[in-house]
C-alpha cells in the first residue's frame, strides 16, 4: 500500500466538505453512545453488523446524517469496531476504549469504492460536487480509498491510498550495511561510530510554544481573539512539524544514498514516552522511520529491523 496526500484549493464549496465532517462526528458520536448503553444493558458488545443497520435506519430519518455518504458510515463502524478490539486485547496495556470528539475537532470522512471520481487533471469529484487539488504527483496503481481531512486551521487534505506497485529487487548501488541505535542523547549512533544528533526543534521552539499558549488561554472563552489566539497556537505547532519532517526527508535521501541495507533494533516506544514523554516525542522516531521505509523502497534498498544489532556491529568491526 502507498499514500498521498494532496491539499484542496481554497474555495467556498468546501463548506460542503466540512459539513460532512461534522455530521461524521455526529454518527461517530452516536454510535460511541449506542455502545456504551448496549454494554450496560446487556454486559456485552455490540456487533458491528447490528450497529450498521440501526445507523442506516435512523440515517433515513436524520436529513443531516444524509449528507455522508453511506460507505463512509461503514468506515465509521468498522473504526469503532477496531479500536474495541484493540482495547479488550490490551486493556491491561493501558489501552483505552474509544471515547466521544468534539464535532467541530473531528478530522475526517473516509470513501472506498464509491463517492468520489477523478476527472483528470487535479480535479476530483466528491458526492456529486467537483474539487481542484494540487496535484503534486501523479497517483499509479488501483485506488483503495479516499480520505478527506481538515486540520486544526480548517484546510483540507485529500489522502489516497493506492496499491503500491511492484517492490523493485533491492540494487546494491554502494555495497555498504549499516547498523543504527536510536539514543536519547544522539538521535542515531551508526555501526561506524559516526553519529548524528537531532535539532530537537520541540526544544527549541518551547518558550514560543508556552508564549502562544499562555495567551490563547487568557482569552475569553467563545471570543474572537481566543480563536485567533488557538490559530497561533496551531501555526507555530505545524512550524515545528514541518521543520521536523523537512529535516527527516534529507536525512533519509542522506542514508539511503549511503548504504543499501540500513539495520535497526525494534523499541517500545509507547514504554520510552511513559519515561522520558516529551522527549521521545520530540525525536519522533517512529515519524522518521516511515519517511526513510518510502524512501528506501523508491530507490530500491532494505530497511531491516532486528532486536538487537551486536552480531551486525561485530561484523562490521571486523
Avoid at 466538505?17 to 448496549?38: E, Q
Avoid at 450498521?52 to 455518504?69: N, P, T, Y
Avoid at 483528470?120 to 485506488?143: D, H
Avoid at 519532517?245 to 540500513?262: E, G, Y
Wanted: with cysteine.
Amino acid at each position: 500500500m502507498k499514500t498521498l496526500k494532496f491539499k484542496l484549493y481554497q474555495h467556498k464549496g468546501n463548506k460542503f466538505l466540512k459539513r460532512m465532517i461534522n455530521a461524521s462526528g455526529l454518527i461517530y458520536n452516536h454510535c460511541i453512545a449506542l455502545h456504551k448503553r448496549y454494554y450496560r444493558m446487556w454486559g456485552k458488545h455490540l456487533n458491528c453488523a447490528k450497529l450498521q443497520a440501526h445507523i442506516a435506519k435512523k440515517r433515513g430519518r436524520q436529513e443531516f446524517w444524509q449528507l455522508v455518504g453511506s460507505q463512509a458510515v461503514q468506515d465509521i463502524c468498522q473504526r469503532i469496531e477496531k479500536a474495541y478490539q484493540l482495547f479488550f486485547k490490551h486493556n491491561k496495556k493501558g489501552v483505552r476504549p474509544p471515547g466521544f470528539k468534539k464535532v467541530r475537532k473531528y478530522k475526517s470522512f473516509t470513501l472506498k469504492q464509491a463517492g468520489y471520481k477523478f476527472l483528470g487533471g487535479n480535479r476530483v469529484k466528491i458526492e456529486q460536487k467537483v474539487y481542484q487539488y494540487w496535484n503534486s504527483r501523479e497517483i499509479e496503481g488501483k485506488i483503495k480509498t479516499l480520505t478527506i481531512k481538515r486540520t486544526p486551521l480548517g484546510e483540507l487534505f485529500m489522502v489516497v491510498v493506492v496499491d503500491s506497485i511492484d517492490e523493485p529487487e533491492i540494487k546494491l548501488t554502494t555495497g555498504k550495511i549499516a547498523g543504527f541505535d536510536f539514543g536519547l542523547k544522539a538521535f542515531l549512533t551508526c555501526s561506524d561510530g559516526s553519529t548524528i544528533e537531532s535539532p530537537q526543534f520541540f526544544k527549541q521552539s518551547l518558550n514560543i510554544i508556552k508564549k502562544a499558549s499562555k495567551h490563547h488561554s487568557k482569552k475569553l472563552k467563545g471570543s474572537s481573539n481566543r480563536e485567533r489566539a488557538f490559530e497561533n497556537l496551531v501555526r507555530a505547532h505545524e512550524d515545528i512539524a514541518n521543520r521536523r519532517s523537512d529535516w527527516f526527508w534529507k536525512l533519509a535521501h542522506d542514508l539511503t544514498d549511503r548504504f543499501d541495507v540500513l539495520c535497526f533494533e525494534t523499541l517500545n516506544l509507547n514504554g520510552m514516552k511513559r519515561l522520558w514523554g516529551r522527549k521521545i516525542s520530540d525525536l519522533a522516531l517512529r515519524d522518521f522511520l516511515d519517511i526513510l521505509e518510502w524512501q528506501a523502497l523508491k530507490k530500491a534498498k532494505q530497511v531491516v529491523y532486528r532486536t538487537h544489532l551486536i552480531s551486525l556491529k561485530v561484523q562490521q568491526a571486523s
